[in-house]
């Protein structure tokens, strides 16, 4: 597989909001400890990678969780 030659370096994610959730993922950026805190290291395929996780966990966060009690049962009449 080629890689492409970025023009441009990948931006660092952070939105300033550095505080962990449940999952250990950052609540701004969605980056684990470990992308946090390597990002200067990683090379363009692995940011890539991280930022495309990023997005996955982001719109799992965003996602609404219905659970069998949030579900509304919807009753006929009965007159």
Same mark, same amino acid.
């Given at each position: 597989?080629?890689?492409?030659?970025?023009? $441009?370096?990948? /931006?660092? /994610?952070?939105?300033?909001?550095?505080?962990?959730?449940?999952?250990?993922?950052?609540?701004?950026?969605?980056?684990?400890?470990?992308?946090?805190?390597?990002?200067?290291?990683?090379?363009?395929?692995?940011?890539?990678?991280?930022?495309?996780?990023?997005?996955?966990?982001?719109?799992? !966060?965003?996602? /609404?969780? !219905?659970?069998?009690?949030?579900?509304?049962?919807?009753?006929?009449?009965? $007159?």
């Amino acid at each position: 597989m080629s890689q492409q030659l970025e023009m $441009f370096t990948l /931006p660092n /994610p952070c939105r300033g909001l550095c505080q962990t959730n449940s999952r250990g993922y950052c609540k701004g950026c969605y980056r684990s400890r470990e992308e946090r805190f390597g990002w200067q290291t990683f090379n363009d395929a692995e940011k890539h990678t991280i930022l495309r996780l990023c997005t996955l966990r982001r719109r799992a !966060a965003h996602r /609404p969780h !219905a659970t069998p009690h949030e579900e509304v049962i919807h009753q006929g009449e009965l $007159f």
